[in-house]
């Protein structure tokens, strides 16, 4: 599959990033932006495939200026744990966590380096005893 049950676009939004999950059902979860109400801001949100039934809080923000890399990838993370998902599948197995994802997006083209630099500073992290729901 791979992204077909994402909830669609709205008006002027788009797609700014993604993370890719080769599960067997090819799971994907985005975050979205478009320009914000307040002249000059952003607004941005996370969606999944499973109408936000994998999304903690928050899952939406607005910024005056474009997020920088960290900040995306703090907010992304924030609303949905990429560390949890692959710790579930592969309980500390770097090597098997850092083949089950990728991290996509024209719009930040450091993305998927920047998401599997966190995935093992949460790995090494975890082993001396330390926590990784707040990374990014």
Same mark, same amino acid.
């Given at each position: 599959? =791979? $992204? !077909?049950? @994402?909830?669609?676009?709205?008006?002027?939004?788009? &797609?700014?990033?993604?993370?890719?999950? %080769?599960?067997?059902?090819?799971?994907?979860?985005?975050?979205?932006?478009?320009?914000?109400?307040?002249?000059?801001?952003?607004?941005?949100?996370?969606?999944?495939?499973? =109408? $936000? !039934?994998? @999304?903690?809080?928050?899952?939406?923000?607005?910024? &005056?200026?474009?997020?920088?890399?960290? %900040?995306?990838?703090?907010?992304?993370?924030?609303?949905?744990?990429?560390?949890?998902?692959?710790?579930?599948?592969?309980?500390?197995?770097?090597?098997?966590?850092?083949?089950?994802?990728?991290?996509?997006?024209?719009?930040?083209?450091?993305?998927?380096?920047?998401?599997?630099?966190?995935?093992?500073?949460?790995?090494?992290?975890?082993?001396?005893?330390?926590?990784?729901?707040?990374?990014?």
């Amino acid at each position: 599959m =791979g $992204g !077909e049950y @994402l909830p669609d676009l709205e008006e002027s939004e788009v &797609e700014i990033a993604r993370i890719e999950i %080769e599960s067997s059902t090819f799971d994907v979860t985005s975050v979205y932006a478009r320009r914000g109400e307040r002249a000059g801001s952003i607004e941005y949100r996370i969606i999944d495939e499973y =109408g $936000g !039934e994998t @999304l903690a809080e928050p899952n939406t923000m607005s910024s &005056e200026q474009p997020l920088s890399l960290r %900040e995306m990838v703090a907010f992304f993370l924030g609303g949905w744990s990429l560390v949890e998902v692959l710790e579930s599948n592969f309980e500390g197995d770097l090597a098997g966590m850092l083949r089950f994802f990728r991290g996509v997006s024209d719009s930040y083209p450091e993305f998927d380096r920047y998401l599997r630099e966190v995935v093992r500073e949460a790995v090494r992290s975890a082993g001396k005893g330390g926590s990784h729901r707040n990374l990014g």
